[in-house]
């Protein structure tokens, strides 16, 4: 059974991969972002112990799944469950554009008025990509990638 993990810069098309795949291969699928925030205001980064108990219980309910988002810290949790990984590596231009015609996402944003209100945040974020240091960053995913040694493939376009 199939277990995939995809990973990637905020906009570079995670979400609507995971959703095909899902679909084609009839798996489970985890958007990382329910798992990684608690529900506060403002919103905060949930305990990582906390967002492994979760991941436990997906991982535990599923036979074959995917986990999708940019979270390197919590991707690491399930690399040794995985056969699958895919890191969509597009250019910062292709995420940027891929965020402002994304569809509303209702599970992130109360409205879509609210999600288009958070894009130039947004937009921000994606462009400091390859600068960050951080788990987000694509010098994470890059070593999250690398490191893996099941079958794998980067992809450097949505094409």
Known sequence: MKKILIFGNSGSGKSTLAKKLAA?????????????????????????????ALLKTFTSNNSGWIVEGCY?????????????????????EACVNNAKTRPWEPH???????????????????????????????????????????NKTMMLSNE
């Open 72 to 92: 390197a810290d919590l991707l690491a949790l399930l690399t040794s469950q995985a056969n699958e990984m895919v890191y969509l590596n597009l250019p910062v």
């Open 24 to 52: 084609e291969y009839q798996l489970a699928h985890l958007d990382l972002d329910t798992v990684a925030w608690q529900a506060t205001t403002p919103v905060t980064r949930m305990p990582i112990d906390e967002s492994q």
């Open 108 to 150: 992130k944003y109360e409205s879509k008025a609210a999600q288009d209100a958070n894009l130039p945040m947004l937009i921000d974020w994606i462009t400091q990509y390859p600068l960050r240091d951080d788990t987000f960053s694509q010098r994470a995913h890059q070593q999250l990638f690398d490191g893996f040694t099941g």
